[in-house]
């Protein structure tokens, strides 16, 4: 492709100006185009045609658009329509992350996916960024292009491609609320999904096009209901409402924990239609008096509170015997609801081929095996000194952003306001800090800290180190990972679970919410994943995985 550069045009945002629209490059040509305002609430619609002017002037009758000032216009000699349909779309993700305007695009049709197509890579890459920097040079936008792709809000933003696996549950999901809204039992759409498969971006897509459609002027089954997101995590709340700031339909109300969510249903302050669970894996299925609830399961309120729900779920990443979740008891709440379920597969945090994904699975279920020699770009990578790795990890946030070290909670730490502290051989790191508006691997200093489970679960990192602390050993005649409980230091997780229902065995279950947090903690790396274990035995037996002699 000979070398062309992006052409971009600004105009006043009036019909006189609109009319100017006739030259040879704008009359039935490919264009995208932004319309902005500059005042204290700043705001812009992003969108893409080949009639340019008739489009403009449909916008200028829009009672929302119509109060817009200023239309850029982007244009390029190889622009086709697939290009810019990619590169509207590219721009609404990377205007959300930036946050300088609020956005006014609705969702797209569910089944409109940016596919591919000829020379893809060029215009979703060089041709883009050019068009970003020349942006950022009009002083439209503020950051860099580096800089948003590391923010959890562009990693969760609702208008992300989709995969055609997550356009079919979205469709789905949006057609099971349709139906089922007005249904005389409670209704539940049950999402499974391991760490990495992308339920939360498919959620935060689908809720959104939820709030589109009840707020819309157009007569839908959805109109006027009254809709929730709930997370029983402070840090992805932090980021779902950072994502309502550039979205107009989205409300940081409708954000909420699920005990929060509970009071607030019973005492008639909200009323419910459609309530999305994420992390679901998260809900308390006891009383939990000290958090402030006082039911005995929170996925049994949520549903009697709401008309349908929708449930993201991940058997493995369960973490308090307080939040003791299996799909058998699943099903025992949901038995008298309509139900419907869908599994996500495909992993797409994790840019490695599938030998990577199988080495963590491997451990999790107790087992060292060999290391893949074979990893693409993907890093995967023992050490002997905590310092060394944090060394490592520190270069690596140098050059990418978002490296982190990371630890099972194998250290003391109390919720004081105190300073505690992570040591090893060679490094000593603050531990699980989250007294911040943002979230923890955002904050630039906490390259310094480390990150447990409660910082990182359900985010991205580029590259992420983990610490495996005592509770993490090796029998060397098994030679399977042993878990130590008793030296794991939350003593949250372990409290006693009050459902007296469930069968369970408590020494087990325990040292399955460890294997489970160390699946969160290996599974958050994009690009690579280094560790490090505080048990010698354990090293030994990584160090000969690394050399492939298991």
Known sequence: MEEKNVEISTYQFNKTSISDLSSAKFNNYPVVYILHNDKKKSSAYIGETVQIRNRLNSHLKDSEKNKLNTAVVVSHDYFNQSATYNIETNLINYFIADQKYQILNKSQITSAVTHNYYNKPKYNHDIFKELWEKL?????????????????????S??????ES????????????KRNINSDKPSVYFIKGEAGTGKSVVLSSTFNAIQDLSYTKDENDLQGTENYLLVNHE????????ISDSLPNLKKKNFMKPTSFITA???GKINPDITLIDEAHLLLSSEDAFNGYKGTNHLKDIIHNSKVTIIVFDE???LKLKSYWTEELFKDITQDANVETFELTDQFRIQADTSVVDWIDNFVARKVTSIPKSTGD???????????????????NDKHELSRIVATFDYKHKKDGGDYYVEEIGFKGLWNTTNDSRTWAERPNTIKEVGSIYTVQGFDLNYVGVILGPSVSYNEKTNQIEIISKNYKDKGAFQDFKNKSVEYTVEDTKEQIILN???VLMKRGVKGLYIYASDKKLRNALNKAQRGEL
């Open 265 to 267: 249903s019973n005492n």
């Open 378 to 396: 993907y890093e995967l990578k023992i050490f002997d000194d905590a310092g060394k790795m944090f060394e490592a990890i520190d270069s690596k």
């Open 235 to 242: 840090e992805m709340i932090k980021t779902y409402k950072a």
């Open 316 to 318: 493995k990443q369960f």
């Open 158 to 163: 609702p208008y992300k491609e989709l995969s």
């Open 517 to 519: 947090s160390i699946n």
């Open 136 to 156: 950022r040079e009009d002083k439209l936008v503020d950051g860099t292009l580096e800089y948003l792709q590391n923010k959890d809000i562009f990693k969760l």
């Open 166 to 177: 997550q356009i079919e549950l979205k469709e789905n999901i949006l057609n099971f609320c």
